[in-house]
Nanobody, 118 residues
Framework: QVQLVESGGGAVQSGGSLRLSCAAPGSVFTISGLGWYRQAPGNQREMVARISIGNNTKYADFVKGRFTISRDNAKKTVYLQMNNLQPEDTATYFC????????????WGQGTQVTVTS
């Protein structure tokens, strides 16, 4: 069983920043592509960003230039730095592990809430 634990969510005003973290103890982390996804009420879960084992990254168009995904294999942690947050970024954010650079894996965290007010 792979357990992913997200942290760093909260409430910020429009234009603010947050940094999400996802700790994933275990060997799966270092051999996996990793990703951040989000789900707003009434919407389907959508990909925000993914990072490969070799630190290649890809982003959804709606976050390009504002969000940055990174990973620390020694700490087995993946991060999502979110700048210039907007109200439409309000959602529950989930980290994902066990996949490739292109496809999500089977392991999910419990989610962390991000709320952006105008």
């Amino acid at each position: 069983q792979v357990q992913l634990v997200e942290s760093g969510g909260g409430a910020v005003q429009s234009g603010g920043s947050l940094r999400l973290s996802c700790a994933a103890p275990g060997s799966v982390f270092t051999i996996s592509g990793l990703g951040w996804y989000r789900q707003a009420p009434g919407n389907q879960r959508e990909m925000v960003a993914r990072i490969s084992i070799g630190n290649n990254t890809k982003y959804a168009d709606f976050v390009k230039g504002r969000f940055t995904i990174s990973r620390d294999n020694a700490k087995k942690t993946v991060y999502l730095q979110m700048n210039n947050l907007q109200p439409e970024d309000t959602a529950t954010y989930f980290c994902n592990s066990g996949g490739s650079f292109y496809f999500e894996g089977p392991y999910w965290g419990q989610g962390t809430q991000v709320t952006v007010t105008s």
